[in-house]
């Protein structure tokens, strides 16, 4: 999903909820790419609210707790957007 397109699209009439991979990034990925897949979505999409950074609707058995943990502390780091 483009979603730097989606926020241009539909970014001001509803909320985004996802866009950190959970298929390759969260179960194979270095805690440095997990902090700048936060920042990246956070870059594309958070200006003037309406995003909730998540994996998907769940967290799979095959992601990497440890990655979980990173992209939480991103958020929390990152997170403040204007």
């Given at each position: ?73 991103a958020?929390k780091?990152?997170?403040?957007y204007?």
């Amino acid at each position: 999903m483009a979603l730097k397109k989606v926020k241009a699209y539909c970014g001001d009439r509803l909320c985004i909820l996802g866009n950190i991979d959970c298929m390759e990034l969260l179960p194979y990925g270095t805690p440095h790419q997990v902090k700048k897949a936060v920042q990246q979505v956070i870059k594309d999409a958070g200006k003037g609210g309406g995003l909730i950074i998540c994996s998907s609707n769940t967290l799979h058995p095959g992601v990497n707790p440890d990655n979980c943990i990173v992209m939480f502390e991103a958020v929390k780091t990152y997170g403040v957007y204007k």
